[in-house]
């Protein structure tokens, strides 16, 4: 139920959700279906409802900063980005990042979970066990424009009885049969992948989203649908930010029991007790952002800080993993690349109206994105002589490419003519960024810096990926249809990396702020069962705890981690 005030809460809940967005949901919607427990999320942000730019995925580019969707964070001066400080959004909404996200679909690679399981110690974060998580949350759909989807993706990998729906893309351009050419062209490089999501990404492969009926799915709309919102035993309540998690001071253990919450900066600060377990799924910046404010996390940063140190814990907030990413346009032979959107009010008014009155057409789409081609670096590279392999195995890409039907005016601005973009992407970087804190403040935002292409190897593999992309147009599908670079024509790596330092931007998907290790690890902040480690009562469960990052784009992840941490708790509740 959602609840319209304060005087509408409970005494106390079995269990209480902090952020009601993709990972907490998942387990607000799982929880509730034991009848015996109240589940209560608390949600900083506003009601995701009859948002039109939530809902048409074309628009999705108008939910970042400056909007009341977004948390409006900024990063600190990036060295690797030439001293720039870029936005990093996360949802300040109910659905959380999902109800912001740009839809794409990707589980990542086998290896990518079964490094999972041997980092943890625990066999049941690798792939073979965790294909069931993916398909209680998967619910694959037609596309927008029902075509028939033969060849497109391996039907078998995928399920339809899950709760978050998702399709193929709804609406083709002009690049797709060129990029489908390019993968039989240079196979060798681009070969054709029947279906990404098999735990083989590698080559290149028709894109899923988590689309349905030409609109976003988030884990608003899916796992707290009406029916779901309706139990009796699971309270929401929206626009109320939890400023601590509530300990009582037993030693050596300390216990949470409850949080504190308030509806603003000026307050009142008013607390609730969870009976069995507060679970803290504020997103990577959020949830290591309560810990601190709650006591736990680096002992002499606390001090600093002058808040109670309630346990130890060095690792919050540090590892923070950051997928870089850069757009390269090119100017192309095709009137009707989605430039015009941006340009012409009233093609957009129209194309709005197609959308609104039978969900087809171009803003089915994330500005004409459905396919995306992943790559490793060759294994007789010089690199290698330097550094060892971030990524989790053979099976898992180093960077990707995004083929957009336009220039992306959010991020590169507009121009005259008619665009494509590929964006490359940096998806096992090494460098490792960290939050810190200098303001005891819950309300004051902690300082982000995700240290972008600051490793060399980073820096390496973006130049390598800006050259596979060129390679890419090269092929004989392109020759008809691009016709210049609208980017850049350096080539020395100097003049790449002066290029990528003073374009690059983040993919806003970081993680790993809240690590998962080993039971017997003293490094990381929680336990392969979720729980903080040396304190009782609480569990981390989003995009934080991930191990490492995984060859992918993260919502996937999180909403399958987010699946198995509910079986866990039940199982131990029941
Ligand atoms: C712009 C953007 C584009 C993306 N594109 C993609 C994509 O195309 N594909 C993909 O796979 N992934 C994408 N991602 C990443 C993916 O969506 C996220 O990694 C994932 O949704 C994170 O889930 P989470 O549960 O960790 O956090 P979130 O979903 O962000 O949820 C955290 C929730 O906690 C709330 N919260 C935080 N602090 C408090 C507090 N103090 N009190 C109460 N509530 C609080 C927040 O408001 C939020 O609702 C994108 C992310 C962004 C931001």
């Given at each position: 139920v959602l609840l319209s005030n304060f005087s509408e809460l409970r005494a106390s809940y079995d269990f209480i959700i902090i952020g009601g967005g993709t990972a907490g949901l998942v387990v607000a919607n799982r929880l509730t279906e034991n009848a015996d427990f109240k589940v209560l999320v608390i949600e900083a942000g506003v009601s995701d409802a009859n948002i039109v730019d939530v809902q048409v995925p074309y628009l999705s580019t108008f939910l970042a900063k400056g909007t009341p969707y977004d948390w409006n964070f900024t990063t600190t001066p990036q060295i690797g980005l030439g001293g720039r400080s870029i936005d990093y959004p996360f949802g300040h909404l109910l659905g959380g990042s999902s109800s912001v996200n740009h839809f794409t679909y990707t589980r990542g690679s086998t290896d990518d979970y079964n490094r999972y399981a041997s980092l943890t110690g625990d066999s049941g974060w690798s792939w073979s066990n965790m294909l069931k998580y993916f398909f209680k949350n998967e619910k694959l759909t037609p596309p927008a424009d029902n075509r028939d989807t033969t060849g497109e993706i391996i039907p078998a990998v995928h399920s339809t009885t899950g709760i978050m729906g998702d399709s193929l893309g709804g609406f083709l351009t002009p690049l797709d049969h060129r990029i489908v050419s390019t993968s039989s062209q240079l196979s060798w490089e681009f070969p054709y992948n029947q279906d990404m999501n098999s735990g083989r990404p590698l080559g290149v492969g028709w894109l899923v989203n988590t689309i349905m009926n030409g609109a976003r799915v988030s884990s608003s709309t899916s796992y707290l649908a009406p029916k779901y919102l309706s139990r009796a035993n699971l309270d929401v309540i929206l626009?109320?930010?939890?400023?601590r998690i509530l300990s009582t001071s037993s030693v050596p253990t300390p216990v949470f029991t409850g949080v504190e919450f308030a509806a603003s900066a000026e307050g009142p600060l008013l607390s609730l007790n969870a009976t069995k377990e507060v679970i803290l799924s504020a997103g990577n910046v959020g949830s290591p952002h309560i810990l601190v404010h709650s006591g736990v996390g680096p002992p002499a940063m606390l001090s600093a800080l002058g808040i109670p140190l309630v346990m130890s814990n060095p690792s919050v907030g540090q590892n923070l993993t950051d997928q870089p990413l850069l757009p390269l346009a090119w100017s192309v032979n095709n009137p009707d690349s989605f430039d015009d959107f941006v340009r012409n009010t009233t093609l957009f008014n129209q194309t709005l109206v197609q959308w609104t009155q039978n969900r087809t057409g171009p803003f089915v789409t994330s500005a004409g994105v459905n396919h995306l081609a992943w790559n490793r670096i060759a294994s007789n590279a010089t690199i290698w002589t330097q550094f060892t392999d971030p990524s989790a195995g053979p099976n898992s890409a180093h960077f990707e490419m995004l083929f957009f039907n336009q220039l992306l005016a959010d991020l590169v601005g507009t121009g005259d003519g008619n665009f494509m973009t590929i964006v490359v992407s940096v998806t096992s970087p090494l460098s490792r960024g960290q939050l810190t804190w200098n303001s005891s403040n819950p309300f004051d935002p902690p300082n982000i810096n995700p240290n972008i292409l600051s490793s060399p190897f980073d820096m390496f593999v973006m130049r390598e990926a800006i050259r596979s992309a060129r390679r890419f147009v090269a092929a004989p599908a392109w020759s008809d249809y691009v016709i210049a670079s609208a980017s850049t024509n350096a080539t020395s790596d100097a003049q790449l990396n002066t290029f990528i330092s003073a374009n690059s931007l983040s993919l806003y998907q970081s993680c790993s702020t809240n690590s998962m290790t080993s039971y017997k690890s003293t490094y990381g902040v929680v336990n392969p069962d979720f729980k903080v480690k040396r304190v009782q009562g609480l569990r981390v469960i989003d995009?934080?705890?991930?191990p490492k990052v995984p060859s992918a784009h993260l919502q996937v992840a999180v909403y399958a981690f987010a699946e198995r941490a509910s079986d866990i708790i039940k199982a131990e509740w029941a």
């Open positions: 626009n109320t930010r939890v400023t995009a934080s705890v991930l």
